[in-house]
């Protein structure tokens, strides 16, 4: 592998952990900013669908640049916009500055998976996904767990700062190590088989939608399943990255093999597993202590597996049906972006509607509804 690979493993651990970064003191902020928890929660609904809607805008006039260039733009205004949401006034601002922060990581997502794609022969680029994707992982295990504590210790105004930190940590990197990395020739025809890619952008849709309803809420279901409160809700969210290690190791091989249908299925499968577990965690199927607390261990371990275990096979065909055409990148980006936002709406509707073990079951009756829709939507053998 080559390892300037890693240095955009830096990329995707700064966005990832600026993405959730307080999540673990949602309820604390929510009551500093005089919102309910349901609506602080869409501070993340911001930020996806500003992601989503400007994502692919950004990715067509910014689709002639360098990649390397692209990613130093899109850290270096998200680094910005992080130290302006530490020291923001009100709820309603900080909205806004998080829907611009969802841009800065539209920007630069796509082009760190390109440029990755780019370095590696193509029977490589699973693989390579996988490990810039693993930038995810280990904000999941690292970056918003210790969020979660520096939050805890300094305030949650202190994890924006945490967040600037790592952008600038990531800005540094590239810098320094990154080569130029041309942007990719025009796809003869100037077109993307559109007819080919959707059920891959439906699957992320249906995956993401399901996931994160449950994962932006993470801090009242430990709360209410495991009897966790505070920092300790920084180590079941390490549990996230440890799934997605797990995750992204199976799905960057089955990338590289070019799996087909079974696989989507059979994640979709799994991540329904988890939300059950999750269910039965909330309504104290175990008794309290570590019996509860390890059964909600193992529900946020299994999602994550299953998210990021699907997530390298999605990206590596599209990269392959449509020639890592950047806008096609972005699309995906979006449709991430809007299933986040369709899951964190639901998880806090949920929650505002029928209280904490809604958000599972929400979680669960997406996860079959994906697990449906694609038994008919999603082809059995990849289209060149």
Not at 12 to 38: H, R
Not at 197 to 203: A, D, E, K, V
Not at 230 to 246: D, E, K
Not at 324 to 336: E, F, K, Q, R, Y
């Amino acid at each position: 592998m080559n390892p300037r690979v890693f240095v955009l493993t830096m990329v995707t651990f700064a966005f990832g952990s600026a993405a959730f970064i307080f999540a673990g003191l949602l309820e604390t902020m929510a009551a500093d900013l005089g919102v309910s928890t349901a609506v602080a929660g869409q501070l993340q609904t911001a930020y996806v669908l500003t992601s989503a809607v400007l994502g692919p805008v950004a990715a067509h006039v910014l689709a002639r640049f360098d990649r390397r260039l692209v990613v130093l733009a899109g850290l270096s205004f998200g680094l910005l916009l992080h130290l302006a949401c530490a020291f923001t006034p009100n709820f309603e601002t900080l909205l806004g500055l998080r829907g611009l922060a969802g841009l800065a990581g539209a920007m630069s997502g796509p082009a760190a998976s390109v440029a990755a794609a780019s370095m590696v022969p193509p029977e490589r680029r699973g693989s390579a996904l996988a490990m810039v994707a693993g930038g995810m992982t280990l904000a999941f295990v690292l970056g918003i767990p210790m969020g979660s504590v520096v939050g805890s210790i300094f305030g949650w105004r202190a994890t924006f700062l945490f967040a600037a930190l790592l952008s600038a940590s990531a800005l540094v990197a590239v810098t320094f190590f990154l080569p130029p990395v041309p942007a990719p020739a025009k796809r003869e025809g100037g077109t993307v088989p559109v007819h080919a890619i959707w059920p891959l952008y439906l699957t992320t849709f249906l995956v993401f939608a399901a996931n994160m309803t449950l994962n932006l809420y993470i801090a009242p279901v430990v709360r209410v399943g495991a009897g966790v409160t505070g920092a300790g809700v920084g180590a079941f969210q390490a549990m996230i990255g440890l799934g997605s290690i797990a995750g992204l190791w199976l799905g960057g091989r089955a990338a590289d093999r070019d799996v087909g249908k079974a696989w989507i299925m059979q994640g979709f499968a799994i991540q329904g597993v988890a939300m059950a577990l999750h269910f039965a965690a909330t309504h104290h199927a175990l008794p309290p202590g570590l019996p509860s607390q390890f059964l909600v261990a193992l529900a946020i371990f299994v999602a994550a597996t299953a998210l990021f275990s699907i997530t390298p096979v999605i990206q590596a065909r599209l990269i392959h049906m449509t020639d890592g055409a950047p806008v096609a990148l972005a699309l995906n980006g979006s449709v991430i972006a809007v299933g986040q936002a369709l899951g964190s709406a639901a998880g806090g509707a949920s929650l505002a509607a029928w209280g904490v073990p809604a958000i599972p079951a929400t979680a669960l009756v997406l996860s079959l509804t994906g697990f449906a829709i694609l038994s008919v939507a999603f082809p059995r053998k990849a289209r060149s």
